[in-house]
């Protein structure tokens, strides 16, 4: 009976152990850092931009897409190997940069281990000094939409806008208050204001989160300031 | 051991009795081998038929739920909700790649052209059908994907372990155009010229179709310039701006050809102009409008739904209905009889409502077309007033309304239940009721039974039909210049609908052309690919929260979330205005999100499998 019972026992966790011998590890290698340009993170709208991952050497191709927070920052976890890293064209509220080693838009990644890797691009477009100011019910947004890429690669604005909301999440889809101004309608762009009036909110909030977007003519993806909460 | 011997040699002899030449070659039973078929024109008839049914089509009769997926209506179904709440298309959306079909087309061909027991003129045309079913397959691609692999022979494997030669890449997107331009003059001649034939390819359909297909061209090189990035520098997606006039003539062309010939006409048989719009599409008894039919048949297996699933709850012969509702972005484009354009004013300017005696009062003077594609509160279906009311307002404000259809309440001051809401809603989140406050009417049966699961519809569904030319040749004359043209092809339509103040010449803008397909051709699932052909997709429907416009005659107003309008009675006992209508816009409570159509959606993705199977095929432009 007891012998028995020692050999069930026996084959069960001979199961269990073959399993971890079946499998393979989970990736547990931490990539993660920004999107930056001269080291300043580019603040995107939340599942639109997003660059690829390539690991060469497999049969199939296929990318691992990896999501660009509102903050600019990413992670992702990966096996330890060669990664290529590509920011695709049209992709964002910026060009890719050419890579040194490569020659290319494509970056080798070696990732073994947890590791910090701020990606530089070149927005066409930063957002300067954003700054909002209460009254009442009324916030202002004050800031410098600064031309980084001039000459013949240049873009126009298209428009920018404001946009207010009750989370984090802020941007033209996720708003309950905004306003825009076309870009035409620019005078200077060292000092863009834009105001809006946010409504009551139900449940009641005594804050809201708040930034300013600039959308580049022909780019789908917009840039923004960092979001900022602020007090009514 | 002698007896074993026997009985072998016994056994043997069975065996041997067999004839296998015959034994093992046997007929299949259960299905009709090629020579067959190839010696019996009925039988050949019976194939070209499933091939015609095979051809992929977005929004149709049998799926009416793709017709909320955009903003012309509003599904009040449970399980569909959720086309409200997306946040945007995915890129995979309305994908195709049906390759599979495209070989059983080109094996129909290749066998058809060695045929020789068919009598000529019938092989002929089951051949020229056979090439314009190919032809329309390689539309349907190209709307979709860009430019894809043109294969026109059978491909087979031969198992050499090796399948790298069987890879075609993908061609141009202007060269599936000018394929599919090509083949439909190659075959027209071998068609026949009949206006009576609906179901099956005629010379009127080729000029039909090569109508659109050329416009469709030449739109994506005129418009694809609003959008650069929609390209690919292989020129699979994108269409050379120089080459927009060359397609804009032929499609003036095209359509002026079957204009003139007078094998159609546009239908004109009853007084009434909005019975006579709808009964445009449920009339198959000598209909001079219809071009190409997709068609059903009672008790015959092959019937349809349309009726079934949105038939107003109030009569509905089964326990379902009431499904598709009409958004009031469309309703409110319908245009004024003075020509002009206003949205629904449901109060005074000192914030007072209008009351008004009739609900259907409100929609007085506008555009027949719009009885006759909306079924209005107050009007009738199947000779029954349709039960269109969300509740009672009370003079201070309150509202009064149920949950459920006829719901019964006591009014304040009153001591009896009565209905305090309609059979047909609108009640928000119930499914079935018009929740827009409207149901469609285009397509629906009149017939009897035409509501029951059992019986279901056999009105076709019109692919092609001459109104849809009449407007292709107004937007090609408008593109090449020749306004006076575009003006009196426009008017002809718009005369019909009841709009007899002719449009002049300087009326005649882009806006007029975009607005006039809105209305004529809405719930005929045109609207998608006019809009990407137009590349206004990403403008109209641009994923931000917009209220609904004040402006519906304008091309590029965004409309990205369906919006209604709700009548209720007034209930102010004494009172001037007792028992009368009033209205207000509403936007219902399951649409919660904004459609976003991005530029990546304006070609659809080709998926990682096919990709990785075919090296040689790109993908799509921003899509990454």
Known sequence: MKLQLIIILGIISSFLYSCGLDNYDAPGSKLEGRLVYNSEPINVSYNDVTFQLWEPGWQKKAEINVAVDQDGSYSALLFNATYKLIVPSNQGPFRSKTNTVTGSDTILVKVNGNQVLDIEVEPYYMIRNAQFAVAGRVITGTFKAEKIITGINAKNINEVAIYVNKTMFVDFRSNVASAKLAGSALTDLNAISLNTTVPALTPAQTYVFVRVGLKIQGVEDMIFSPIVKVNL | ?624
């Open chain 2, 1 to 624: 051991m002698k007896k074993y011997s026997i009985l072998l040699l016994l056994f043997m002899s069975l065996a041997w009795g067999c004839n296998d030449k015959a034994f093992l070659d046997k007929e299949p039973t259960n299905i009709l081998i090629d020579n067959q078929i190839w010696g019996d024109k009925s039988l050949v008839l019976s194939v070209i038929a499933d091939l015609y049914d095979r051809v992929p089509e977005y929004q149709t009769l049998t799926n009416w739920s793709e017709f909320a997926s955009l903003d012309e209506g509003f599904a009040s179904n449970g399980g569909d909700y959720w086309r409200h709440k997306n946040q945007e298309y995915g890129y995979g959306e309305w994908s195709n790649w049906d390759y599979g079909l495209i070989r059983e087309v080109n094996l129909f061909i290749q066998k058809c052209g060695t045929a020789d027991k068919l009598d000529p003129a019938d092989k002929a045309q089951f051949l020229a059908e056979g090439r314009f079913i190919r032809a329309n397959i390689y539309f349907e691609l190209v709307k979709r994907m860009g430019g894809v692999p043109i294969i026109l022979e059978p491909l087979t494997y031969d198992f050499n372990g090796d399948p790298t030669y069987l890879r075609k890449p993908r061609s141009k997107e202007v060269e599936v155009y000018d394929f599919i331009i090509k083949e439909l003059d190659e075959i027209k001649a071998d068609l026949p010229k009949s206006s009576v034939i609906k179901s099956r390819a005629t010379q009127g359909l080729i000029l039909a179709m090569k109508s659109r297909v050329c416009l469709y061209a030449a739109s994506i090189a005129k418009y694809g310039a609003n959008t650069p990035t929609v390209t690919l520098p292989g020129g699979e997606v994108g269409i050379a701006a120089g080459l927009a006039n060359g397609y804009y003539q032929k499609a003036l062309a095209a359509a002026e050809d079957l204009i003139n010939s007078g094998d159609y006409s546009l239908y004109r048989k009853k007084e009434n102009l909005s019975e006579n719009f709808s009964n445009l599409f449920i009339d198959k008894g000598n209909n001079p409008e219809a071009i190409f039919v997709r068609d059903f048949k009672l008790k015959s297996g092959k019937v349809e739904g349309w009726t079934l699933v949105n038939q107003p709850w109030s009569q509905a012969e089964d326990l379902e209905g009431g499904r598709l509702n009409p958004s009031l972005n469309l309703v409110q484009s319908f245009e004024k009889l003075d020509n002009t354009y206003e949205t629904y004013a449901t109060n005074k300017a000192d914030g007072d409502y209008i009351y008004f005696n009739s609900p259907k009062d409100m929609f007085a003077n506008r555009d027949a077309r719009l009885e006759g594609t909306v079924m209005l509160p107050g009007s009738f279906y199947k000779g029954k007033q349709l039960d269109i009311w969300a509740g009672f307002l009370l003079a201070d404000g309150t509202v009064i309304k149920g949950d459920n259809f006829g719901a019964r309440k006591t009014l304040p001051g009153k001591t009896a239940a009565e209905y305090v809401v309609g059979f047909d809603g609108p009640i928000d989140n119930l499914e079935f009721s018009a929740q827009s406050g409207f149901y469609v009417r285009k397509y629906m049966d009149l017939a009897v039974g035409s509501g029951q699961r059992g019986v279901n519809s056999e009105v076709w569904w019109i692919r092609y039909r001459l109104g849809e030319i009449y407007l292709n040749a107004a937007e090609a004359a408008f593109e090449l210049g020749n306004v006076t043209k575009a003006a009196t092809y426009m008017n002809k339509i718009r005369e019909r609908a009841g709009l007899i103040i002719p449009l002049t010449e300087a009326d005649i803008t882009f806006d007029r052309v975009v607005h006039e397909r809105k209305v004529e051709l809405a719930f005929e699932g045109h609207e998608l690919w006019d809009m990407k052909r137009w590349r206004l997709a990403h403008i109209i429907w641009n994923g931000q929260s917009t209220e609904l416009t004040s402006k519906p005659g304008k091309y590029d107003e965004v409309s990205t979330r369906v919006f209604g309008m709700w009548p209720y009675k007034y209930y102010n006992p004494g009172g001037a205005n007792d028992g009368k209508y009033v209205f207000q816009k509403i936007i219902p409570a399951q649409v919660t999100n904004a459609h976003r159509f991005r530029l990546g959606n304006y070609y659809s993705d080709i998926n990682s499998t096919i990709r990785n199977n075919n090296p040689l095929i790109t993908r799509n432009p921003n899509q990454e």
